[in-house]
């Protein structure tokens, strides 16, 4: 019997694929499961029109059989069965799908026929595993069988054999265990089933295997003995393997919230129930299903470079990806879920996607069916949508601010912040609808407490007026209102930075006269300082504080302890402007003071500028000077 070559430059294809091509090696079993269901479909869709077929659906089945005396693994399926011209042409010639000429020839109308090997290589996956592996099969409609059989690139053998059942049969002589692998776990009955468990469940035949089970030992009345120890024993019982019927393929009304819920936790490991379930049911230019989750806490690794985004990604049945990012917009990663299409061209591996047009489209539409599955949450289930924010809404604000706020229209209205006055966290669009008609902006702080901001100067006048201030406590909380600008055609306007907008137009012109007035006082107040600010100032916006420390650019404090932490080694300093409130009495008093005792004007215009320090929770440059500075003015 002669020994052929492989077509196609095998040689180095072949290593091409057992090397490259496939990232883990336990695939090769998701593949040789995928032809099997292929080659069932085959005969399946031939028995619709040819009576002598003699199956039903309930008859088909794909078998593995290990023996790890032999070393031998095997699985079998009662499918087509291939000829000896096909085994040539299918088996024979790398990159030639048999699955894919079928699908070819069918007739345009038949559409709804799902063929999931495309490609033809994902055989070759069994020679990571395995040294040897033999094909027999039968082809229905005929009486021969044939067997194929291969070590790897050299070559292979087509010969007769004795098969009496239509069907085709994959036997791999696994490979000896090595220190770097172990090839025999792949004859565990635990780590098949797993395997069919992870990569199969979905196939919709049954997946059978011979499974060791133990069970307690039947004991004739008359033997049975109260004080003695149970007997047990061990069995075999052939077990289906995977469930077939995914839940995520049945209709809604026919799936419970406790089916959903359950199968959250089997599938992705947690022990609490979800917040939501979304199931996503689409036909049309791009023919999917989906059902999507959104998780009640975060995971430990969320929110660090480990986490792993994406939905598990199915292709009739077969999980083709564990983790496809490109289903998922980064600001919804914490999304868990699945997606199951034949829409997607895949590689030959059937392990990566070909970025094209029905991705992006199925990635588009599940974006807005999450944004509006949140937003009844929102509105419906008010306390549960806090649950949810307090786990991921920081995640949605980096994506307010991520990619140069292209996102920001799309998640302004899930954003939730401290209301002052409300003492609640309220959504955007509440704080606008409260606002008294007076108020013309946004108003906002930006600090490490609630209690901390509570006590800005500045606040106390909002307070006045009847304005609600939304208090934000997280690093990225300030960069938020900076990318979204303006919410509802009102604009944000941050206490620690911003003209707050709040004089009437004879308050300006006091406030003008003031600073005329003050000119001089002012220039006395910052040469005292001797470079720590930039300029002194009258405000009319800080209430019954005597004074305030604002910064002399664009970016606020805050800002400045953000920089400073992510890169201690490069502060960037910021610019300072002490403002003062001149009807204040200390204030009044510093401005008598100027006058009659230079000196000690000089000190007060420290004390004040070192309480501005501390409202502005900015470290004091020398705690002992001040120290002695306050016990000697008393």
Known sequence: MAKKQFKAESKRLLDMMINSIYTHQEIFLRELISNASDAIDKLAYLALTD???????????????????????????????????????NLGTIARSGSLQ?????????????????????????FMVADTVTVLSKKYGETEAW??????????????????????????????????????RFLEQYELQNLVK???DYIRYPIRMEMEKSRRKEVPEEEKDADKEPEWE???????????????????????DEEYDGFYKDKFFDYEKPLAHIPVSVEGAVTYKALLYIPAKAPYDFYTKDYKKGLQLYSSGVMIMEHCEDLIPDHFRFVRGVVD??????NISRELLQHNRQLSIISANLEKKIKQELLNMQKDRREDYEKFFAAFGRQLKYGVVADYGMHKDALQDLLLFWSAKEQKLVTLKEYVDAMPEAQKHIYFAAGESNARLAQLPQYQRLQEKGFDVLFMTEDVDEFVPRTLMNYAEKDFRNLATDDLDLSSEEEKKAAEAAAADWKDGLDFIKTSLDGKIVRAEVSADLGSHPVCLVPGGGMSFEMEKYFKRMNPDMPIPMEKVLQLNPEHPVVQKLRTLIAEDPEKAKQYAQVLYAQGLILADLPIEDAQAYTDLICGLL
């Open 147 to 184: 067997m194929w059989q291969s070590s790897g690139a050299d070559g292979y053998t087509v010969s007769p054999c004795e098969k009496t059942t239509v069907g085709t049969e994959v036997i791999l002589k696994l490979k000896a265990d090595s220190d770097d692998e172990k090839f025999s």
């Open 198 to 200: 992870k990569y199969s």
């Open 234 to 256: 061990t069995y075999t019982e052939l077990t289906t393997l995977n469930s077939m019927v995914p839940v995520w393929q049945k209709a809604k009304k026919d799936v419970s």
């Open 102 to 126: 079928f699908k070819q020839e069918l007739d345009k109308d038949q559409t709804d026929v799902d063929i999931i090997g495309q490609f033809g290589v994902g055989f070759y996956a069994a």
């Open 51 to 89: 009576q002598n077929v003699g199956m039903s659906r309930e008859d088909f089945a794909i078998d593995l059989r290990a023996d790890k005396k032999l070393g031998l693994l095997t699985v079998s399926d009662n499918g087509i069965g291939m000829s000896r011209d096909e085994m040539e042409q």
């Open 341 to 346: 299409t034949a829409d997607l061209s895949l």
